[in-house]
């Protein structure tokens, strides 16, 4: 069984992204609603944040009763995962401890980019983060979720070359 809150925030003054910019909507697996800290299939909360190059927003949790117990088996009697796929909905990033293959496959095929991390860290450094990314050079894979990504063509290859 899963559970979501969402925030429902009626102060239409609150700052929030440029106008024409698009917010990106990011995932975190934690279990305290405080750290990172969680592997996706034992994650007992996801978090769901509306991050842009100024700021953020918190934007939903999920909540999860049926999590996995991290011991590299999965019982196939008992699906844990897609409803946590499914709570993904939206989301352009997942942020993890860890995500085994075929989890990892069904969020990509959802259209979420996940991204494992290595070590707990609080929330809202991740936030911060992503907002440091927005603000440079976004990597390539970020770029086509923003839209942002121009392929150079031969010919632009070729012009400078010329040049």
Known sequence: MSRTL???DGDTASA??????????IAIATNDMEYLGAHFGSAKKFAVYEVWKSGHRFIEAHEFDNVTKQKGKHDD???????KVEAL?????LFA????????????????????????????????QVQVMLNGTP???LRKILGTFDKPSFMDDYAQETV
């Open 6 to 8: 969402r925030v429902i």
């Open 16 to 25: 929030g992204p440029a106008p024409g910019e698009t917010p990106l909507r």
């Open 77 to 83: 009697q008992d699906d844990k995962i897609t409803p």
């Open 89 to 93: 909905r939206g989301c352009a990033l």
């Open 97 to 128: 401890l860890a995500i085994g293959g075929p989890s990892a496959a069904k969020i990509v095929k959802a259209g979420v980019h996940p991204i494992k991390r290595k070590d707990p860290e609080p929330i809202e450094a991740v936030l911060e």
């Open 139 to 141: 990597p390539p894979f």
